[in-house]
């Protein structure tokens, strides 16, 4: 079957005269993109895989995207 993935970028910004609040952003968490803070590190993610993933799943695993590429190799089930 086919896993489909919706990831979002780390936070909002600042720059450009962007206001990270306007939108409420980061969710109420502290800080915003390249900082340190829940609010600068957090982004949701997706994930559709059917048969594999139940829907309305939920997990509190943390995950960086830079661990796309072993997870889908795992997944494809490369050695």
Not at 2 to 9: C, E, L, W
Not at 11 to 35: D, I, Q, Y
Not at 52 to 70: K, Q
Request: cysteine-free; charged content about 15%; proline content about 9%.
């Amino acid at each position: 079957s086919t896993a489909v993935f919706f990831a979002s970028d780390n936070g909002a910004h600042e720059e450009g005269g962007h206001r990270v609040g306007f939108f409420n952003s980061t969710g109420g968490l502290r800080g915003h993109k390249r900082a340190f803070y829940e609010g600068g590190v957090r982004s949701p993610s997706v994930v559709r895989w059917p048969g594999v993933t139940p829907p309305g799943a939920v997990s509190d695993v943390p995950w960086a995207f830079w661990d796309v590429l072993p997870t889908l190799l795992e997944m494809a089930g490369a050695p």
